[in-house]
């Protein structure tokens, strides 16, 4: 048997003639100035507020912002969960009026159905459905289960896999049903410091050799910077967009790439947005929370 972390290493090498066709899962996405909030008359709340961005398909694009700022929110509006109180989101033109296959999240804790084995969890969206001979789900199934190293543990039930093991089977079950889009709220969170960079690398081949349109929310400005074309940075709520940052690094990527003077003037221009930012959201609260940000970043301009 394997080493799980030799599984992982080698997981993203696809077999002999294992070339799958992944120019359907490559979406454009268009927010056009979209509005949400909760709450009704004086206790209503803006969460987000003329929120216009274009997700470029085949790209990976990253949100990033303060705490609490509204990330979730949108993950939930372009997933078709909520509804935007005024403007827009359209995918490849058409508006979202619901969830959809097409779009497919990933979200920070596990969503894998605690009673079904691994390779139940990852079949289990086209069963369902019944859009896809038996024939290809099986074969589907067992080059995914190849592909994110998890062919010994097929039949395991997610108590008895890692995190790290979890998130990949989340990965494949996403993938199984094809999207357009995929939505990764924070997808590596809780993750030990180790396991969190294996899979960072992981999804980072995933996504070189398909180039399936991605939004990715995260809070490390790290992980942003190494896995994304772009970089969205919000602002405070009332959440907007603050900044765009068009990440040119080469692909392949790897972490060595975060110590060059690009990778370090990418982390300096993102973090002093967001420290401008924070310092508003902690004034709003009427906590001072800025010096603690400050200590451990350092001055930023």
Known sequence: MAAPAEALNNAHKPAS???????????????RGVHKGFGHDEEREEIVE????????????????PSGCGKS?????????????????????RKVSGASQDRMVVFQESALFPWLTTRQNITFGPRLRGDMPHDEIESEANRLLARVGLTEFR????????????????LARAMMNRPRLMIMDEPFRGLD?????????????LFEENRRTNLFVTSEIEEAILLADRIVILSNRPTKVARIVDVTLPRPRDFHMLSSREGFDYKREALAILHKEAQKSFSATGKDFADAFTKRYGKTT
């Open 50 to 65: 003329d929120l216009s961005l274009t997700i470029t398909a085949g790209q990976l694009t990253a949100l990033v912002g």
């Open 73 to 93: 929110t949108i993950v939930n509006l372009v997933a078709g969960y909520e509804r935007p109180d005024k403007g827009e989101i359209l995918i490849d033109g």
């Open 193 to 205: 410091a180790m396991t969190r960079k294996l899979m960072q690398i992981f999804f980072l081949r």
């Open 17 to 31: 003639g294992d070339t799958p066709n992944y120019a359907a899962g490559k979406a454009t996405v268009e927010l």
């Open 155 to 170: 039949d395991k039930y997610p108590t008895q896999l890692s995190g790290g093991m979890q998130r990949r089977a989340e």
